[in-house]
């Protein structure tokens, strides 16, 4: 009995995608692998748990990875921050071209004498608000469910200790059409215990937890089994014991993370409506052709379920499409974001649009390939222009060679550039960030900075 979905190995490692392309940073698992089936009691319970954390001890971080997304499902759902202020563009309209959200204008982020303009569509006034009469107020059956919903897509495994348990009544109160939701929408189940409620979510590559190894993986498969038992377990690894202080995991839910059996299959239809709901960004070249067809010919009464269930609004580009989140809270990664990492990734990924957009509006390709030494002189001048003055990490400063691999690794998993072998590849939703025209400085110009041999734009 297959365990749960789960990816081949090398797919989950070089973020390939299912149909042979290159950075598919969103695609989900596909089941081709047995993984060991927790069961029984006793000392067959003991010899299942065994079993699985070392199948943990023994993989690669990606595969471990993968496979607790698939065990445990705790992931949250991953957006990108901002929404274009401007007129939504013509059907058709790449991002490379399309309006931009360019949080990178306040001060802190003006080195002396570097000016840009942004020449844009004209904003458009603020939508009328609905509902917002003195005497008319959102149906509140309607307003609780959405709430309920988001929480559980954020944070799919909530509990009556943990962070959000004042919300676990609110989440009982509506159980029946939450699960019906989320059943139909994502294919997705929803089970709740005495103490708390879990949504049952499908594997995504790259959706580790956070400071665990595979090592880790096994001391926290072998801390859950010990709850399940009723003891107190010994966690050793600090990353452990934070997610069991975070969790607050009754003795039901443990169990319930090692035994609950595997989603059934996903068909075309619910694989893209996971993506859309899981994953920042979905570019039809990252989907299979069935995939593919099912979103372009579904695009507005996907969009419209979203936003009714999710309050999601949809960015619909030539490439592809992006749910965003007006609030800007269902995320568990925020860009923009606070914070060196998240402050140094959007410049980088906003300096590397200006130098590599493709000109042609009208056959833009995806992603277009980053020359490796244009990462390298970027990020020393945008280190060199902010460094400082913005306050950041000084580990980072001393040390770009990781400040690179981190920067890059964000933008990698907020869906903005995507390693292929070992270079890395642009991607179009980058350019949502990136200002639509600049004057100063010209490309390149940076003490750091070594021009593409012919600026020539590689497509991928």
Same mark, same amino acid.
């Given at each position: 009995m297959e365990r749960q979905e789960a990816a081949a190995g090398a797919l989950a490692a070089t973020g390939g995608t299912g149909n042979g392309r290159t950075g598919g940073?969103?695609?989900l698992a596909t089941p081709d692998r047995t993984y060991p089936q927790i069961a029984g009691t006793g000392s067959e319970f003991a010899d299942s748990v065994r079993r699985l954390a070392e199948r943990f001890a023994a993989a690669d971080r990606a595969e471990a990875d993968l496979l607790a997304s698939a065990v445990l499902?705790?992931?949250?759902?991953?957006? =990108?921050?901002?929404?274009?202020?401007?007129?939504?563009?013509?059907?058709?309209?790449?991002?490379?071209?399309?309006?931009?959200?360019?949080?990178?204008?306040?001060p802190l982020f003006r080195p002396l004498g570097y000016r840009r303009i942004r020449r844009e569509a004209p904003a458009l006034p603020a939508p009328r608000a609905t509902g917002g009469g003195r005497h008319r107020k959102p149906e509140r059956p309607t307003t609780e /469910?959405?709430?309920?919903?988001?929480l559980l897509l954020a944070h799919p495994l909530v509990t009556a200790d943990g962070p959000h348990g004042a919300s676990l009544p609110l989440i009982r109160r509506h159980a029946a059409t939450l699960a019906e939701r989320f059943h139909t929408l994502?294919?997705? @189940?929803l089970t709740l215990g005495p103490a708390h409620a879990r949504l049952h979510k499908a594997a995504l590559p790259g959706r580790g937890l956070p400071g665990l190894d595979p090592a880790g993986y096994a001391a926290l498969v072998r801390a859950l089994a010990a709850i399940a038992r009723g003891e107190r377990p010994t966690a050793d690894v600090d990353a452990v014991q934070a997610l069991l202080d975070q969790w607050q995991p009754p003795a039901e839910l443990a169990a319930e993370l090692l035994t609950a059996p595997p989603l059934p299959p996903a068909g075309p239809e619910l694989t893209v409506r996971r993506l859309l709901a899981e994953t920042p960004v979905v570019l039809f070249d990252d989907l299979a052709p069935a995939e593919r067809d099912h979103l372009r010919e579904a695009v507005p009464a996907e969009t419209e379920r979203f936003a009714d269930v999710l309050g999601l609004t949809a960015e619909i580009r030539a490439e592809g499409i992006a749910l965003l989140d007006p609030a800007d809270e269902l995320t568990d990664l925020a860009l923009p974001g606070t914070g060196t990492l998240a402050q140094a990734a =959007? /410049? &980088?990924?906003?300096? /590397?649009?200006?130098? &590599?957009?493709?000109?042609?509006?009208?056959?833009a390709p995806p992603a277009v390939l980053i020359p490796d030494a244009l990462i390298d002189g970027t990020l020393g001048?945008?280190?060199?222009?902010?460094? !400082?003055?913005?306050?950041?990490?000084?580990g980072y400063l001393a040390d770009l060679a990781?400040? @690179?691999?981190? +920067?890059?690794?964000?933008?990698?998993? !907020?869906? /903005? +550039?995507?390693p292929a072998g070992r270079n890395w590849l642009l991607r179009a939703p980058a350019a949502r960030y990136a200002p639509r025209a600049e004057l100063q400085p010209a490309p390149g110009s940076g003490r750091h900075s070594r021009?593409?041999?012919? @600026?020539d734009r590689q497509a991928v």
């Open positions: 940073a969103t695609r499902g705790a992931h949250g759902a991953r957006h =990108l921050g901002g929404a274009p202020q401007q007129a939504e563009p013509a059907a058709g309209t790449s991002w490379w071209h399309g309006p931009s959200v360019h949080h990178t204008t306040s /469910l959405r709430i309920a919903a988001r994502l294919g997705y @189940r =959007l /410049l &980088l990924a906003e300096r /590397l649009v200006e130098d &590599l957009r493709p000109v042609d509006t009208e056959s001048d945008i280190t060199d222009d902010y460094g !400082m003055s913005a306050g950041w990490d000084a990781a400040f @690179r691999r981190d +920067a890059l690794d964000l933008l990698h998993r !907020m869906g /903005l +550039a995507a021009p593409a041999k012919g @600026r």
